[in-house]
């Protein structure tokens, strides 16, 4: 009779449903925190609306149903907060921050799970790399508080400016794109500092912490001695995010040149630009009112939004790092090179097979998604307004699964069953990528055959 060994009988330990059921949890948490009568200024939240928000704040999306800052009182919004730092960092690095403190170490199975929500760092690097990053977190979002402080204070009581900078500040670095001001910074178009300040915080959010760590200059902050090169990875961050930034800007200024940057200053119209350019790809603060946008910035920003932030950051999307492998591939072949390549080196082909799954992951979920908006929010009648509304379905839709947070008004007026939609493509959009790229990068098992070839004719 056949049995099964012990190893079958055994499931296997999968890292990324530790990370799942860590979201789940702390979404569930702050859904009933967020219906807590405590939580609102008027009546309670209904349960879509608070599930809704609690989902948004822990994937550090933005996208909100209704205002945070005067709907929220000072209890539901440090719970949004603590929401947004907890799901910007991930839980499991907070977890594995308290063992450590309190002298416990690691084991496999919680290294595997670092691992994979900080984009597979070596287990060798863990320690060191777990401490980093809430210092570095700690750090950057204090200056980037004291900064806005100095500007809050000269126009708000002491205590609220503290309360709004550290807010805007958290926010801000982890991408969450979560504001109290209920026109986001549109009042702030032209400020020079609180631009500078937010700009930087959401870069340096977005960059991914191994990418930071691997520079030489904060290299030096997690103990490392000895100078080196900086790695495939990093060039590939830096150079993408640098394009985007810059390639967003002046398409940006040209599309909304005589739309809603007439008659401002050069130098604003200028900051305006690279403040959307920059928060398009995962922060979700906005300067200029998105609903007024003309139809090819929308475009733009969906494109942003799609390519996102980088591995291991607080930002979403399909990562700046497989948006470079897919150039790189698109170049290889038109070249007619068989090895992808950036900076003279090739990317293994597992690695290429994985940017195209997660792209193609991404793509089909805004597919079906906007198509369902499509059909829940009245789209079944026959209407030049109905089809005026697929692109602001396409750009909720993809806001969400970037985990952007930018919206050009549709979501607050959602039906509930939209607004679930909107919810699971937030989560997907966070957790969603990260679990394919562990699933389609590791082997489970090898078999011991393989079937036979045969071609198939694409293209």
């Given at each position: 009779m056949y049995r099964k060994s012990a190893d079958q009988k055994k499931p296997s330990f999968h890292p990324s449903g530790t990370i799942l059921l860590s979201f789940l949890g702390a979404i569930f948490i702050g859904w009933i925190l967020l219906s807590l009568p405590q939580a609102s200024t008027k009546s309670p939240l209904s349960l879509t609306d608070s599930l809704f928000t609690a989902?948004?704040?822990?994937?550090?999306?933005?996208?909100?149903?209704?205002?945070?800052?005067?709907?929220?009182?000072?209890f539901g919004q440090v719970v949004i907060l603590a929401l947004i730092q907890l799901g910007g960092l991930g839980i499991m690095t907070f977890s594995s921050f308290f063992l450590i403190v309190m002298g416990r170490g690691l084991s496999i199975k919680?290294?595997?799970?670092?691992?994979?929500?900080?984009?597979?760092?070596?287990?060798?690097?863990?320690?060191?790399?777990?401490?980093?990053?809430?210092?570095?977190?700690l750090v950057t979002e204090t200056i980037g508080a004291l900064l806005l402080y100095s500007k809050f204070v000269h126009i708000y009581s002491p205590a609220k400016a503290a309360y709004y900078a550290i807010f805007h500040a958290v926010s801000a670095f982890c991408n969450?794109?979560?504001?109290?001001?209920?026109?986001?910074?549109?009042?702030?178009?032209?400020?020079?500092m609180i631009n500078a300040v937010m700009t930087a915080l959401i870069i340096l959010g977005g960059l991914g912490f191994f990418a930071l760590a691997d520079?030489?200059?904060?290299?030096?902050?997690?103990?490392?001695?000895?100078?080196?090169?900086?790695?495939?990875?990093?060039?590939?961050?830096?150079?993408?995010?640098?394009?985007?930034?810059?390639?967003?800007?002046?398409?940006?200024?040209?599309l909304e040149w005589?739309?809603?940057?007439?008659?401002?200053?050069?130098?604003?119209?200028?900051?305006?630009?690279?403040?959307?350019?920059?928060t398009a790809r995962t922060a979700g603060f906005n300067t200029l009112?998105?609903?007024?946008?003309?139809?090819?910035?929308?475009?733009?920003?969906?494109?942003?939004?799609?390519?996102?932030?980088?591995?291991?950051?607080?930002?979403?999307?399909?990562?700046?790092?497989?948006?470079?492998?897919?150039?790189?591939?698109?170049?290889?072949?038109?070249?007619?090179?068989?090895?992808?390549?950036?900076?003279?080196?090739?990317?293994?082909?597992?690695?290429?097979a994985t940017a195209i799954s997660v792209t193609a992951m991404a793509?089909?979920?805004?597919?079906?998604?906007?198509?369902?908006?499509?059909?829940t929010e009245g789209g079944m009648v026959h209407s030049q307004l109905g089809r005026g509304r697929f692109l602001e379905f396409l750009f909720e839709t993809t806001s969400a699964f970037g985990t952007v947070g930018l919206s050009t008004g549709v979501t607050p007026n959602l039906s509930h069953l939209g607004k679930i939609l909107i919810s699971i493509t937030v989560f997907v959009g966070r957790v969603g990528p990260l679990t394919l790229a562990l699933a389609v990068g590791q082997r489970v098992g090898q078999r011991r055959f393989e079937y036979p070839e045969e071609n198939v004719m694409v293209g």
């Open positions: 989902t948004s704040a822990t994937c550090v999306t933005g996208l909100i149903v209704v205002d945070t800052g005067s709907r929220f009182t000072i919680h290294r595997l799970v670092i691992q994979q929500s900080l984009s597979q760092v070596p287990h060798k690097d863990m320690f060191r790399l777990v401490k980093y990053v809430l210092r570095f977190t969450a794109g979560f504001s109290l001001y209920k026109t986001s910074f549109v009042a702030y178009q032209g400020d020079v520079v030489k200059l904060l290299g030096r902050l997690t103990g490392s001695r000895t100078a080196r090169k900086l790695s495939l990875h990093t060039k590939t961050v830096f150079t993408v995010t640098g394009v985007l930034i810059v390639v967003g800007t002046l398409l940006v200024l040209a005589q739309n809603r940057l007439v008659g401002k200053p050069i130098a604003v119209k200028l900051l305006t630009s690279f403040f959307q350019s920059v009112s998105t609903g007024e946008l003309t139809n090819p910035t929308l475009f733009l920003l969906i494109m942003l939004m799609f390519i996102g932030a980088s591995p291991g950051s607080t930002g979403g999307g399909i990562k700046t790092s497989t948006f470079g492998i897919l150039v790189a591939l698109m170049v290889a072949r038109l070249k007619g090179r068989r090895n992808v390549e950036l900076f003279h080196r090739t990317i293994p082909l597992a690695i290429v793509l089909i979920t805004i597919a079906v998604i906007t198509m369902a908006l499509s059909v």
